[in-house]
Nanobody, 129 residues
Framework: QVQLVESGGGSVQTGGSLRLSCVASGFTHDTYMFGWFRQAPGKEREAVAAITDKGDFDVRDYVKGRFIVSRDNAKRTTYLQMASLQPEDTAIYYC???????????????????????WGQGTQVTVSS
């Protein structure tokens, strides 16, 4: 019943932009925290951004200034606006949901992907030079 569906991935040139979307369905409540993670070939999964239902958010330093995370509770959707894309941003991007998150993004959220109970299937982002 619970489902997270990502969309918006694709192939762009260096410096290009993409907006990823993740639509949630099947949740009893809307108090879950959205997270964005990515995984490049041969690398470990890494956190990108997170946002709570109250709008508190965190964007990792390595994408800060280029990526913006937002949320539309009425649409049960989170967005990851990505600009100035670089080849190192190439990865599968995953949306996740933590149903028991507090009102503020936990300081250790990025190191605890296991804290997110639900995951989407991912969307591929490819950045070429």
């Amino acid at each position: 019943q619970v489902q997270l569906v990502e969309s918006g991935g694709g192939s762009v040139q260096t410096g290009g932009s993409l907006r990823l979307s993740c639509v949630a369905s099947g949740f009893t409540h809307d108090t879950y925290m959205f997270g964005w993670f990515r995984q490049a070939p041969g690398k470990e999964r890494e956190a990108v951004a997170a946002i709570t239902d109250k709008g508190d958010f965190d964007v990792r330093d390595y994408v800060k200034g280029r990526f913006i995370v937002s949320r539309d509770n009425a649409k049960r959707t989170t967005y990851l606006q990505m600009a100035s894309l670089q080849p190192e941003d190439t990865a599968i991007y995953y949306c996740a949901a933590d149903v028991d998150a507090p009102v503020s993004v936990p300081k250790n959220w990025a190191s605890r992907p296991s804290g997110f109970e639900f995951w989407g299937q991912g969307t591929q982002v490819t950045v070429s030079s």
